[in-house]
């Protein structure tokens, strides 16, 4: 049986029909998850954790409040048997949702089209997911309509559209 840990804050919408009202909810994608069957981290060091997490802290830290290795979190984290959120969106992240390159990504953040960073773990940077949802709001972006790359400027999408597309 395999579950996945999700660490939400309380009353956190984790789909449209379904609200987490406490700090860990074991997800069963198999059948019912056996309480006995793992041991875990105990609910204060859960909440200690999402505490932590929301204000920046870097995986290395909520690893040891959650008294596993960082490189158990960031594979349990990779392969989604684990759950932070609010979720961080890296630049490899936003690389993916806009279909940027990594250094389109970085002119971008270098010219100050992107907002600035949340915060930093190491030498990576990351965004709260909030951050970029309100950051496409307030920004006019043009989207490919062939392949659903973002550009901030109309220029940008034209030439695609003609080098790429025409």
């Not at 990594?102 to 010219?111: E, I, N, V």
């Not at 960073?117 to 309100?134: C, F, H, N």
Request: charged content about 20%; overall charge neutral; aromatic content about 8%.
């Amino acid at each position: 049986m395999r579950s996945v840990v999700v660490i939400a804050p309380v009353n956190h919408r984790v789909s449209p029909d379904h609200t987490c009202t406490a700090a860990v909810v074991a997800l069963a994608l198999d059948g019912w998850v056996d309480p006995g069957a793992a041991s875990g981290p105990d609910a204060g060091a859960v909440v200690e954790a999402h505490r932590r997490w929301r204000a920046g802290a870097r995986v290395r830290e909520i690893a040891q409040i959650l008294g596993v290795t960082p490189s158990s979190l960031r594979d349990q984290l990779r392969t989604g048997e684990m759950v932070l959120l609010p979720e961080r969106v890296g630049s490899a992240g936003l690389c993916v949702q806009f279909g940027w390159t990594r250094s389109a990504q970085s002119l971008y953040r270098r010219k100050g089209v992107l907002p600035p960073p949340d915060g930093q773990d190491g030498r990576a940077l990351w965004w709260w997911q909030e951050t970029i949802d309100s950051w496409v709001e307030a920004t006019e972006l043009y989207w490919c309509p062939d392949c659903h790359h973002a550009f901030v400027a109309a220029a940008g999408a034209r030439e695609h559209w003609t080098r790429v597309h025409g």
